[in-house]
């Protein structure tokens, strides 16, 4: 019966969805001076090419889809068309003497770096930092959004990307770089201040996504630098950011389940989830979205935003976002209310609370001290299991706990919200369903994706750590550290290479099963490991 109900009155409010696509082309047109000569500059590959694009990526040029879309056209869009139109139509038409001659293919600046094995694997990392800082962007006639300062990037990127910032941010804190993380604070307040909100990363391509909200959690590491009052310096961003994620939100919430463009109403509380209005492959991984349609039980509209959001997670992709909880073609990620998103959202509305006191808001402060409880109640109401003394993400559409044992439990224990009798029953759980020999797998199930067992990732190592430290659980949050760090060590010591992601069940993978090629330094991985390593270590 209440399952009937809740379908009975579900309504999807999508109406304003393609007004808010319209708002953010607008907003891309103000990051890129460059729209006046060109004004496809702003639009994402895909839709600025057309036919050209199509042709690209069906005719396999690259072996990786990005490598296209982040060269720069030489002239004016509408010319790039026009002589590829023109060249196709030559017998003796090469796709490398077009490329050549019709876009420029940006430097990359780590492919003569040549890693020492000799170095310890602190050194290392400190010697990659001058690899992986990028200059200011200027504006191009690529897909770049200009962003005012320098940064680093993740690996071999051209960008900068929101989701693995904060934990490079740890590693430029053990190395005491404290400027550039001012840098790449300063370059995501401007994003905010530009675009709304934080896109995926500075890219055209990336403009119509977030990713999981951690500029609170930079700001607070920036705060432990320079003191308490860059809390309230970056007050506007944050609440900027706060508006993006709960456009569409009611208050006080209505009583029936309402899905809105990020967030979810249902028996008058209010949570978010991940979405995208977006109907279409990511140009990024343009093959791979479009072989998940192929064999998809939903419509490709509806999977396509359901991969989109997947993305905006960054968990792309992990048996949380499955329907039947295994294969990807099952794909539902819109359907979900995850734990890691709004505990996030919670850090949030307690940083902005903070920040309210420090410029004696008193009231205000309170207000949003409430609505963080609040946050918290309905996150225990539909995502804490009782009996098993553990969280689960919620199916909205099913009214039901998803059943996946996920490393996203360990969220509310890092933003110190559970009681510390319901933590150590959710501690024990970790540590029966997600500890490895080399650490924190993603998940406790293996599907044959990224973000499943048996692959650990470092965002989730900190998170966990820290975790367990909040609650004094010092001697598993010990033990877990020292497994992460003998892992990245041993690979390193074997490859000379840092991975996106590592294999914590098998430690004589050197693989790690990684979505990328093996590269000199991946950004989250060095900057959780040099952070670990900074501390005092015990039993390693």
């Known amino acids: 019966m209440r399952k009937t109900l809740l379908f009975s009155f579900l309504i999807v409010i999508f109406s304003d969805c393609r007004h808010k696509d319209?708002?953010?082309?607008?907003?891309?047109?103000?990051?890129?001076?460059?729209?006046?000569?060109?004004?496809?500059?702003t639009l994402s590959p895909d839709d600025r090419f057309g036919e050209l694009f199509d042709s690209v990526m069906?005719?396999?040029?690259?072996?990786?889809?990005?490598?296209?879309l982040d060269l720069i056209p030489a002239t004016p869009t509408d010319q790039v068309i026009a002589y590829f139109k023109d060249a196709r139509k030559k017998t003796d038409f090469n796709w490398q003497t077009f490329i050549n001659q019709a876009f420029i293919v940006p430097k990359d600046k780590g492919r003569t770096f040549q890693s020492n094995p000799e170095?310890?694997?602190?050194?290392?990392i400190n010697s990659l930092w001058s690899v992986l800082e990028r200059p200011a962007d200027s504006a191009t006639l690529g897909s770049i959004l200009p962003i005012p300062k320098p940064y680093i990037a993740a690996g071999r990127n051209r960008e900068l990307t929101y989701g693995d910032a904060y934990f490079i941010m740890l590693g430029l804190q053990a190395a005491g770089k404290v400027d550039m993380i001012e840098n790449m604070v300063e370059n995501f307040a401007y994003m905010i201040n530009t675009e709304g909100?934080?896109?995926?990363?500075?890219?055209?391509?990336?403009?119509?996504?977030?990713?999981?909200?951690?500029?609170?959690?930079?700001?607070?590491?920036?705060?432990?630098?320079?003191?308490?009052?860059?809390?309230?310096k970056y007050l506007p961003q944050m609440l900027k950011e706060h508006e993006f994620w709960m456009a569409g939100a009611q208050t006080p919430a209505p009583k029936d389940l309402f899905i809105h463009h990020h967030?979810?109403?249902?028996?008058?509380?209010?949570?978010?989830?991940?979405?995208?209005s977006q109907e279409k492959p990511r140009p990024e991984s343009y093959q791979l979205d479009k072989n998940i349609v192929r064999t998809s039980i939903r419509p490709p509209s509806e999977t396509y935003k359901h991969i989109r959001a997947a993305a905006?997670?960054?968990?792309?992709?992990?048996?949380?976002?499955?329907?039947?909880?295994?294969?990807?073609?099952?794909?539902?990620?819109?359907?979900?209310i995850p734990i890691d998103l709004n505990a996030l959202l919670y850090n949030l509305e307690m940083t902005i609370a903070k920040a309210k006191i420090i410029e004696k808001k008193y009231d205000e402060a309170t207000e949003w001290e409430k609505k963080a409880s609040r946050r918290r109640e309905a996150?225990?109401?539909?995502?804490?299991?009782?009996?098993?003394?553990?969280?689960?993400d919620f199916n909205i559409q099913?009214?039901?706990?998803?059943?996946?044992?996920?490393?996203?439990?360990?969220?509310?224990?890092?933003?110190?919200?559970?009681?510390?009798?319901?933590?150590?029953?959710?501690?024990?759980?970790?540590?029966?369903?997600?500890?490895?020999?080399?650490?924190?797998?993603?998940?406790?199930?293996?599907s044959g994706q990224s973000w499943d067992a048996p692959f650990g990732f470092a965002p989730l190592q900190w998170i966990t750590i820290k975790g367990l430290r909040n609650y004094g659980h010092e001697e598993l949050a010990e033990d877990i550290k020292n497994r992460w760090i003998a892992l990245n060590t041993k690979v390193y010591k074997s490859t000379g290479k840092m991975l996106e992601k590592y294999n914590v069940r098998d430690l004589n993978d050197e693989t790690g099963g990684g979505s990328y090629p093996y590269q000199d330094g991946y950004g989250w991985t060095n900057g959780v490991l040099l952070k670990l390593l900074s501390e005092k270590r015990t039993g390693y």
């Open 119 to 124: 170095l310890s694997i602190e050194d290392h």
């Open 58 to 68: 069906v005719n396999n040029v690259f072996e990786d889809s990005k490598t296209f």
């Open 312 to 336: 905006e997670s960054n968990w792309n992709f992990s048996s949380r976002w499955f329907d039947d909880g295994q294969t990807v073609n099952t794909i539902n990620t819109s359907e979900i």
């Open 22 to 41: 319209d708002a953010q082309n607008e907003r891309i047109v103000a990051m890129n001076p460059l729209s006046s000569q060109d004004p496809k500059v």
């Open 398 to 446: 099913k009214y039901k706990q998803t059943g996946v044992v996920s490393a996203a439990i360990a969220f509310p224990l890092f933003f110190k919200m559970l009681s510390k009798r319901d933590a150590d029953r959710l501690v024990l759980n970790i540590q029966q369903n997600l500890l490895f020999d080399g650490g924190i797998a993603a998940t406790n199930f293996e």
């Open 263 to 276: 967030v979810v109403q249902v028996d008058r509380n209010t949570l978010n989830r991940y979405y995208s």
């Open 379 to 392: 996150l225990m109401r539909y995502c804490w299991a009782q009996s098993k003394g553990m969280f689960f």
């Open 197 to 232: 909100y934080i896109p995926n990363g500075n890219r055209t391509y990336m403009a119509h996504r977030s990713n999981p909200p951690y500029f609170a959690c930079m700001v607070q590491l920036l705060a432990e630098e320079k003191g308490k009052e860059v809390l309230a």
